[in-house]
């Protein structure tokens, strides 16, 4: 029997900041690139590169040393898991995985005391910084050690939905959270649910809510060498190194945030061609992430960057060149069965992220409103 554990509704425990903000001092003679964050930033890149090396020169060493997996079933079903469950090895598993969680919530509780309403230096390196990037590092690669020992990650307990909600939960209220800035469709802010108010609600609490959503799901999966796996892995770096570099300007420099937010169109479309490649699942999904993600790439995540109004209509116009494209009988086109475009597919990703994003919002709209009224006493 699958068991389901909310750690969503544990990790959204707020941090109270008395709307205190941090202040990152940087001279005009310290560059971003000579700061220490940044050194952090390029080692940390590179660590994640030779994780995902290392993870696929390994394989070897699994196949030899653990039977086949269970056959894919669906959907529903996650194949990278052993055909029995052993108990010692789920204990092992959930131990590392708490100890990893609260590492990381420990030292974001600790920053949030020390950090906020106080003037950072980035000339030199931060203790939370230091901090998590060793927790990083350390935990990775007992992630490693882990798979290689005893193989299973938490999936073996917990239904695959749970780690698929946990990331599309961290993006939508990503939406919420930049859309005083950035807007949620061409620019257009939504002025009511998600004002800046309900967005700050957020964004004193994300840190939790999003290290939940990463730490679990990175210890959902086993190290394997499926291409699946390794996008994911990689994509799960980006994630963590931009935890690594909060309250520093690398952790808001919009071309890196936009990478991180972005990579997940690469991810998702890797994930579902090797689902239909692999395993012949039916029909074959990819067509939707991808153009679903693209399209939150091109109509969202873009209108946050200053570029020129030209550019940005020429990006949208390439997109739906590439989408016609995409269903256009061959020779002109790529010949994706047109039934799959009147079922709209390339809106659902959107559909779905914003459906949730209302969602979270309403429940901080419904917070505030409690909030302020028992602030002013009425």
Not at 118 to 124: G, I, P, Q, S
């Amino acid at each position: 029997m699958k068991l389901y554990i909310p750690f969503f509704f544990l990790s959204i425990i707020k941090i109270e900041n008395d709307n205190q903000m941090v202040t990152i001092t940087s001279p005009n003679s310290v560059s971003m690139v000579r700061t220490p964050a940044f050194k952090v930033w390029i080692g940390l890149i590179i660590f994640i590169v030779v994780e995902v090396i290392l993870i696929f020169y390994l394989e070897p060493f699994l196949r030899l040393n653990f039977p086949p997996l269970n056959p894919d079933t669906g959907p529903e079903d996650y194949y990278w898991k052993l055909n029995a469950r052993d108990t010692l090895t789920m204990i092992i598993t959930w131990t590392f995985y708490g100890a990893h969680q609260f590492s990381v919530w420990f030292v974001i509780v600790w920053a949030h005391k020390n950090y906020h309403a106080k003037k950072l230096d980035e000339k030199k390196l931060l203790a939370y910084t230091g901090m998590m990037a060793l927790i990083l590092i350390g935990f990775t690669l007992l992630h490693l050690l882990q798979t290689h020992l005893w193989y299973d990650g938490l999936a073996q307990d917990v239904a695959i939905l749970t780690s698929q909600g946990s990331v599309i939960i961290m993006l939508s209220i990503l939406l919420v959270m930049q859309n005083p800035k950035r807007g949620l469709f061409f620019g257009i802010k939504e002025k009511k649910l998600m004002r800046p108010e309900v967005a700050n609600t957020f964004m004193k609490s994300h840190q939790l809510i999003f290290s939940w959503a990463l730490v679990y799901t990175f210890w959902f999966h086993p190290m394997d060498s499926s291409p699946a796996l390794l996008s994911g892995f990689f994509f799960m770096g980006l994630l963590f190194i931009q935890m690594v570099l909060a309250y520093t300007r690398m952790h808001l420099n919009k071309w890196w945030v936009l990478i991180v937010e972005s990579y997940v169109a690469v991810h998702a479309t890797i994930v579902a061609i090797a689902q239909w490649v692999d395993f012949g699942s039916n029909p074959p999904m990819w067509a939707m992430f991808l153009l679903g993600f693209l399209a939150m790439l091109v109509f969202t995540y873009i209108h946050g960057l200053g570029l020129l109004k030209w550019l940005r209509w020429s990006i949208v116009i390439a997109y739906f060149v590439f989408l016609v494209f995409i269903y256009v009988p061959q020779p002109f086109g790529f010949g994706r069965d047109f039934a799959y475009f009147l079922r709209l597919e390339f809106l659902w990703i959107p559909m779905i992220l914003f459906l949730i994003a209302f969602i979270a919002a309403a429940i901080a709209h419904v917070y505030v409103l409690i909030r302020n009224k028992r602030s002013s006493g009425k």
